[in-house]
């Protein structure tokens, strides 16, 4: 029986993975999130976009940088393509409260109420 093929498919595989979970990861802007005492990993993250809030306050829709007033457009339209759209909110520990307030308020005015927190878990030992 031939392994060369095999061998060759099980580095072809390896190597799809190795670049396709690298590419995952260039997409996220670095934060630092908040420490949650009761946190909880989400059933399902299918069918969220990813809106990031960092230290110096700027919004990131996705990977680019947006103001404020760009927030609530983009997701309104977003929810056009996806009617059950829900938010993955990711704001560094140091943003202040008003600021989340104001992303979360433009999601509630483009109609999406269902918005997830990013957070580390906290250590309950």
Request: glycine share 6%; hydrophobic share 40%; charged share 30%.
């Given at each position: 029986m031939q392994m060369a093929p095999m061998i060759d498919m099980v580095f072809l595989l390896l190597i799809f993975f190795m670049v396709a979970s690298h590419l995952n990861k260039m997409d996220r802007v670095e934060i630092e999130p908040p420490i949650a005492e009761n946190s909880a990993v989400p059933d399902e993250l299918a069918g969220r976009r990813t809106i990031t809030i960092k230290a110096d306050d700027t919004i990131f829709?996705?990977?680019?940088?947006?103001?404020?007033?760009?927030?609530?457009?983009?997701?309104?339209?977003?929810?056009r393509h996806e009617p059950h759209l829900k938010i993955y909110l990711r704001a560094d520990r140091n943003v202040k409260h008003k600021r989340v307030r104001d992303v979360m308020k433009a999601c509630a005015d483009?109609?999406?109420?269902?918005?997830?927190?990013?957070?580390?878990?906290?250590?309950?030992?």
């Open positions: 829709v996705g990977s680019t940088s947006r103001e404020l007033e760009e927030v609530a457009p983009l997701v309104e339209s977003a929810k483009a109609g999406v109420l269902e918005i997830i927190f990013a957070t580390y878990e906290s250590d309950r030992s």
